[in-house]
């Protein structure tokens, strides 16, 4: 079955950077649009970043300009490259496919931003 493992997350101060990682397995990961989420402590799950199969990106408002995703399907890994990061960013942060029924989700990697 498809497993999801995201990672990287931790406490950084405003205005810092962190680099999350999404191993996938249990899937042939290139053919899916990705996605990376995020919830904070009393709201919904929002999708903040996609990639597609064929690596066009969008960004939710909140984020453009200073996050990226990426992908390496050889190594069936997405990326999310956070920069000018602000306290607002705090959540718990997960990956899933970007469209459509989403997998189980994993455990997801914390990112706190605080001075």
């Known amino acids: 079955q498809v497993q999801l493992v995201e990672s990287g997350g931790g406490l950084v101060q405003p205005g810092g950077s962190l680099r999350l990682s999404c191993a996938a397995s249990g899937i042939i990961f290139s053919i899916y649009h990705m996605g990376w989420y995020r919830q904070a402590p009393g709201k919904q799950r929002e999708l903040v970043a996609v990639i597609t199969s064929g690596l066009t990106t969008n960004y939710a408002d909140s984020v453009k300009g200073r996050f990226t995703i990426s992908r390496d399907n050889a190594k069936n890994t997405l990326y999310l490259q956070m920069n000018s990061l602000k306290p607002e960013d705090t959540a718990l942060y997960y990956c899933?496919?970007?469209?459509?029924?989403?997998?189980?989700w994993g455990q997801g990697t914390q990112v706190t931003v605080s001075s």
């Open positions: 899933n496919r970007g469209v459509g029924d989403r997998w189980r």
